[in-house]
């Protein structure tokens, strides 16, 4: 089967980094997907990585280990606008994303 | 129209109504998806469509039907509303071309029944 884990809620301080961690089993793979999600809003994508290794995309990096099972996000010079729900999606061999219940960051000033 | 639209923003609903969410997108899209979003749980897939004419279930479909009669509409039905569909509702559309791609979201249709 398939099984997505990542933290419930992390809380970090204005100015400071944090990492979103996101493990995973499957039997198929066909890349892994990070969206953000403001309270009330639709999520928007953020990143994919199918290749193992580090993608960086302004304050924003993600990086996946396939044979870990394990992905992160990794936040840089937090602003209080990235207090939101960051969402780990599973790409499977049909190509149907399963998701993660999702990680609620909470900046403080 | 600018991206993929849904409809409505808002409803509450009668236990035993049918009810129809719509979901329309410009992108020319070929797949379409229809999620409930609850807390505490990732988002479920509840029935997609990889392309016109076709369509197929997913993670939770009991008690919703779709139709995909064309590319730009994905309407999903609630035949006889239960409190349990109370939820969230997002339409998501991406292209196939290519490989995997991002999915676009719609704003979310919050549904309640009582």
Known sequence: GQNIDQPTEMTATEGAIVQINCTYQTSGFNGLFWYQQHAGEAPTFLSYN???GLEEKGRFSSFLSRSKGYSYLLLKELQMKDSASYLCALMDSNYQLIWGAGTKLIIKP | IAGITQAPTSQILAAGRRMTLRCTQDMRHNAMYWYRQDLGLGLRLIHYSN???TTGKGEVPDGYSVSRANTDDFPLTLAS?????TSVYFCA????AGGPGELFFGEGSRLTVL
């Open chain 1, 50 to 52: 199918v290749l193992d």
């Open chain 2, 93 to 96: 559309s991406r292209g196939l």
């Open chain 2, 81 to 85: 509303a239960v409190p349990s569909q």
């Open chain 2, 51 to 53: 392309t016109a004419g």
